[in-house]
């Protein structure tokens, strides 16, 4: 059988509650234990210790398959705050001011975000629908989010 390399249950748990990023745990435990991990390592123990999860899923709200050019930039931070927002997660200051911002903005435009992953901007602003954009983006003809929601 294969030696663990968990040192300490107790303080990965503790980790996840100080809100540790998963590349701070690496490089914590590649100092304190002189032990290589990946970042999967903590996220497979989160899951299988039923800790909750690092990042909301909401396919209502991010039903594509985001480029990874696109994924910082700023439609998709909004929605996928907008997102924890949704699942009662707290926000930072700044980052709840950015997203009301945000929000006015689209409803006060009657605009809604758009996604097409064939351009090098990724992110658009487009009228909304009447009776079909109904939320905060324009509703795809299909999904394309690669990943289920599920844990």
Do not use: C
């Not at 696109?70 to 949704?86: C, G, K, V, Y």
């Not at 699942?87 to 006015?104: C, H, I, T, Y």
Request: aromatic letters at 12%.
């Amino acid at each position: 059988m294969v030696a663990s390399k968990v040192q300490s249950e107790q303080e990965i748990i503790r980790w996840f509650e100080q809100g540790k990023t998963y590349q701070w745990m690496v490089e914590e435990y590649k100092r304190k234990y002189d032990i290589d991990v990946v970042p999967s390592f903590f996220g497979n123990f989160r899951r299988r210790h039923g800790l909750e999860r690092r990042v909301t899923r909401n396919e209502e709200l991010m039903p594509w398959f985001v480029q990874e050019q696109h994924r910082s930039l700023f439609p998709a931070q909004m929605l996928r705050a907008e997102a924890r927002r949704r699942e009662g997660k707290e926000l930072k200051p700044a980052e709840d001011r950015r997203l009301q911002s945000f929000l006015k903005r689209l409803k006060d435009e009657g605009l809604v975000v758009h996604y097409d992953p064939d351009t090098d901007e990724g992110w658009f602003y487009v009228p909304a629908r009447p009776d079909i954009d109904t939320d905060l983006i324009r509703r795809p003809a299909r999904k394309t989010t690669p990943r289920p929601k599920a844990d």
